[in-house]
């Protein structure tokens, strides 16, 4: 086997990305094809169905299932306010002190009343969930009812872990180079709104200066898993995020540990220094895998090519990085790729590959151990 | 189909990553598994069409035989000199197997009466509904919603009791009108096993808005479960509706000549029949990198549960957010900082297939495992149960045993046999490391048989079970079972070094004897043999005939060999991580774990 598939995270300076930006249920789509967005436009909205409540109206009046409708005021459809009241009891002679009666818990309408259980269940009116672009770019395509692609030319970095959903904001570099922490004197007041780039590492307290500030994102090599624990107040045990409330969105763009960022990510996020970009934390690696990504809209210098799909596999003389301890973190090329399998440490027998580190030195290591670096 | 007119086989399972095909064919009397091949699975884009991986890994199988199997795309039959075959079986856990959410009336009884007949078709449960789960009815309405299964199992209501529960449920099943997980533009399908009074309200409710099938009450009395009919509808729908929105599914189920399984439901039924053939009581476990699949047979009684997040590289992070980092590292044989263990395993849930490349690291995983088998087994014990709400009709030697109604049905000391599959098991580098994997997780007690399933085919065997028992059984004892050999672990505690067992093996190969003192584990080695053991515990020591009992049994042999089990049950290991740390290093080196 002359190459390896091992895809690896993408860092790309320019390249043309297509984002598809659809609604959950059926909704109305706001732009036509062709036509350009702002990543905070509103592209498609849709109503989502108001929350259900019941009442058991039978319990509470001290009726029988089969004769509710003969205490109900309102029918199925009908509208209903708060405290309303839907249901009581007609007593002997009028007398009004025997009276009871039931008022509706929420404002909305009747969705059914059963004549078995004795129960209403009422709905909440519908709410109306706005579809934003999230990118700056073009409409090239729309699924009627459903929403939009969005094309834009512009760097692409993913990272391999992050937490919190979609922002904007700009780009702002707080440490001088790749290789040190983000402390929580580096984040000044004046970084409210933007995306902070650090370097090896943000502890926890860097992050909640991060937080206090009302940066947008922080983007950094590593953090602790003890931190994330308690930034979030409990352990994530399935990667599957992109929704949690801290008041930030965190990108890792290496791993869990201090891990100097790449030079090649870090040199990529300093040129776009102080241009808009879109950042989502959002992360799932299973069943269709996501990788937290940042996108900066534009082109990054006239003299930048766009690139091309990348082919997926390692070839003797790419750049990998080492994934596994006991070189987590360290980049080398392969020098290579031998296809007998080779018993490792553990005395598993295993598919290897050979790589150059950049102090000259080469280890055997398994393949399944490294990642191509996308550029 | 007879014996006479099945010779050759072929069998594939269509997994989530990898499609697997077997061949089986009859040398003489009994049936062997003859080679084998693999590809990846092709239900995702760009291929989207799941037969390009079987015909692939049928292909594979073609060169290595030399026979030719495939015409194009359609497996020849039968077999003739050397082509074609006799039948061709499938099992499919591909696009995340079956996805099922259940309700019940009452969460300890019809509830978990429908979450056993689900998890028994092979499903994965999301969530469990019902009358008095605790949450309140817009929280249930709203988890309804948000869950997109596959198919519903309702159930509630003992036949001719009250319908007022269950008819609430569907009620509020209507109210949040849950769409299907695949295929939007058609009818979530909605199985009615419950209160047959009931019928009418509910084809009345979820008739027009769902696709309902009814059929017989699942728990029709409270002494008794029906669980097959209901079982038979999910397994009819998963073909007729979950397959068909499958990409090349339709295509799948005309190739082959016995329906397709889910391949957890094979599974089941295979650990089934070796059980009854051997009249054994058998734990089955398949630790994957997301879930992790529990089977047991116990006095008859087949018993399934999918721990849904307990796995090795996907859900590696959730194994230690459940079992706690401290747990994980008890049963490292060096110190090491929490914090270290904690990004290690957040680091492998980020890049999962990524592999163990240093003794250290290995040690980490097999530590990680011991806790995701230990969990799910819990999860298993807590399901696996007789039926909740029955009186007891009680005799008097029941009296002076005190069971209560819904008692575990998992006894480790009645355990016959341990069958371990999935990577960690199946492929650690000695298979010592295997065993005491299940040892130290399970807790194994008394006399234990261990074996694993190297290249997992108790799938292709389970749905080959369907047509033809003999082929799938001899398959199974000839190749798929590694057999480790057999764990013997006194049930009690001592002081270090005191005399708790005399032991005697006889076998073909020769009788051996000794003795096992508290505190010490050991090998003797005996290889894939049958054989006898006659043990003679200390008087507070039980090995299945009761304390200080003596007790005979018969055992068999295998890679690793007997191995004498003397660290006490339960398993306490020192408190102190100085003591702990010398203690796991004693046993490692002992039963040679580790270079």
């Known amino acids: 086997m002359a190459h390896a598939y091992s895809p690896g995270l993408k860092v790309v300076p320019f390249i043309t990305l297509r984002k598809k930006r659809m609604l959950p249920i059926p909704g109305k789509v706001l732009y036509e094809k062709g036509k350009e967005v702002d990543a905070l436009d509103t592209v498609a909205q849709t109503e989502l169905p108001g929350k259900v409540f019941s009442v058991n109206v039978v319990n509470r009046l001290g009726i029988e299932p089969s004769e509710i409708r003969n205490y109900m005021l309102k029918k199925e459809g009908d509208q209903v306010k708060k405290d309303e009241v839907i249901a009581e009891t007609k007593p002997f002679l009028g007398l009004s002190f025997l009276k009871s009666s039931i008022s509706s818990p929420i404002t909305g309408t009747v969705e059914s009343i059963s004549e078995i259980t004795g129960q209403v269940l009422f709905r909440e009116p519908p709410k109306i969930l706005p579809l934003h672009a999230y990118i700056k770019g073009k409409i090239v395509e729309v699924e009627e009812n459903f929403g939009v692609v969005i094309e834009a030319d512009g760097t692409f970095i993913q990272g391999i872990f992050g937490i919190g959903g979609e922002v904007n904001g700009e780009i702002k570099v707080a440490v001088d180079s790749p290789d040190v922490d983000l402390k929580p004197e580096d984040i000044k007041e004046e970084y409210r709104g933007k995306v902070i780039v650090g370097g090896r590492h943000a502890g926890l307290e860097s992050i909640k200066k991060a937080i206090k500030v009302g940066a947008s994102a922080v983007v950094v090599g590593g953090i602790h898993d003890k931190d994330l624990r308690e930034i979030l107040g409990y352990d994530i045990g399935v990667a599957v995020t992109g929704t949690e409330k801290i008041g930030i969105t965190l990108i890792v763009t290496e791993g869990f540990g201090h891990i100097p960022m790449s030079d090649y990510t870090f040199k990529l996020l300093k040129s776009r220094e102080g241009e808009k970009a879109s950042v989502s934390g959002a992360t799932q690696i299973r069943a269709g895998v996501m990788r937290p990504e940042i996108i900066i809209p534009g082109a990054p210098g006239s003299d930048v090519k766009k690139k091309e799909e990348s082919r997926g596999w390692i070839e003797v003389g790419d750049q990998v990085r080492i994934i596994r301890e006991p070189h987590f973190g360290i980049i080398g090329t392969v020098t290579q790729l031998p296809s007998e399998l080779q018993a490792i440490a553990t005395e598993s027998n295993v598919r290897v590959l050979e790589v150059k580190l950049e102090n000259g030195s080469k280890i055997v290591i398994p393949r399944a151990n490294v990642e191509i670096i996308e550029k | 189909m007879q014996d006479k007119d099945l010779n050759v086989i072929i069998a594939t399972d269509c997994g989530s990553t990898t499609t697997k095909a077997i061949l089986i064919e009859k040398k003489g009397d009994t049936y062997r598994q003859t080679f084998r091949g693999e590809a990846p699975t092709t239900v995702e884009a760009p291929f989207e069409d799941v037969t390009r991986g079987v015909l692939n890994a049928i292909t594979e199988v073609e060169e290595l035989s030399g026979r030719k199997i495939l015409d194009g795309e359609k497996v020849i039959t039968p077999n003739n000199g050397n082509t074609g075959v006799d039948v061709y079986v499938s099992t499919s856990s591909a696009g995340g197997g079956l996805q099922m959410m259940v309700a019940g009336a009452v969460k300890a009884m019809t509830g978990e009466s429908a979450q056993r007949c689900a998890l028994g078709a092979g499903a994965i449960v999301m969530d469990v509904l019902a009358s008095n789960d605790g949450r309140a009815d817009h929280e249930k309405i709203e988890r309804i919603r948000q869950l997109r299964p596959d198919m519903v199992l309702l159930s509630g209501g003992t036949d001719g009791g009250t319908v007022n529960h269950v008819v609430e449920l569907a009620n509020f099943i209507r109210a949040a009108d849950p769409k299907p997980r695949l295929g939007a533009s058609y009818k979530l399908p909605v199985i009615y096993a419950g209160n047959n009074k009931a019928h009418k309200e509910i084809n009345d409710i979820l008739g027009s808005k769902t696709a309902l099938v009814i059929t017989e009450n699942l728990r029709p009395v409270l002494e008794r479960e029906n669980l097959m009919p209901a079982r038979h509808k999910i397994h009819d729908i998963f073909l007729e509706h979950v ?24 599974v089941g039924l295979m650990t089934e029949k070796f059980a009854r053939a051997n009249n054994y009581n058998v734990l089955a476990v398949d630790i994957g990198g997301a879930t992790t699949d529990v089977f047991s047979v116990f006095s008859e009684i087949f018993n399934r549960t999918v721990s849904a997040n307990l796995g090795m590289s996907y859900s590696v992070s959730n194994v230690m957010a459940e079992a706690g980092v401290q747990n ?57 149960v007789g039926l909740k709400g029955v009186q007891q009709e009680r005799s008097i030697s029941d009296a002076f045993d005190q069971t209560s109604s819904g008692q575990s049905l998992i006894n480790m000391m009645s355990l016959n046999y341990v069958i371990g599959s999935g990577g960690i098991l199946a492929h650690s580098p000695r298979r010592i490391q295997s065993a005491l994997m299940m040892i130290d997780a399970y807790q194994l007690e008394g006399v234990t048989m261990l074996a694993v399933d190297s290249i997992f085919m108790m799938p292709h065997l389970g749905v080959l079970a369907q047509i033809n028992e003999k082929a799938s059984l001899d398959v199974f004892y000839n190749d798929c079972l590694i057999k480790l050999g057999t764990n013997i672990a006194p049930k009690g505690l001592a002081k270090e070094g005191e005399k708790i067992l005399d032991w005697e093996i006889k076998a073909q190969s020769g009788n051996q004897s000794g003795e096992l003192r508290f505190g010490e584990i050991f090998i003797v080695p005996l290889s894939d043999e049958n054989a006898e053991v006659i043990l003679k515990p200390a008087k507070s020591f039980d090995v299945g005939a009761g304390k200080g009992s003596r007790y005979e049994a018969k055992i068999q042999g295998g890679t690793v060999g007997v191995i004498f089990d003397g660290r006490g049950r339960p398993l306490e290991l020192p408190k102190t991580e100085g003591k702990r740390v010398e203690s796991l290093e004693k046993w490692y080196k002992k039963l040679n774990m580790y270079p």
């Open chain 2, 243 to 266: 397959m068909q929105q499958a990409p090349g599914y339709p295509k799948l189920m005309k190739m082959v000549g016995a329906p397709i399984m889910p391949t957890p439901a094979a």
């Open chain 2, 328 to 384: 994980i590292m008890r049963w490292l044989p060096f110190k090491i900082e929490d914090q270290e263990v904690r990004n290690r395993l957040k680091n492998k849930m980020i890049r999962p297939t990524t592999i163990p490349q240093t003794q250290e690291d290995l040690q980490v995983e097999h530590a990680v495992a011991r806790e995701a088998l230990r969990l799910a087994l819990a999860q298993h014990k807590a399901l696996a």
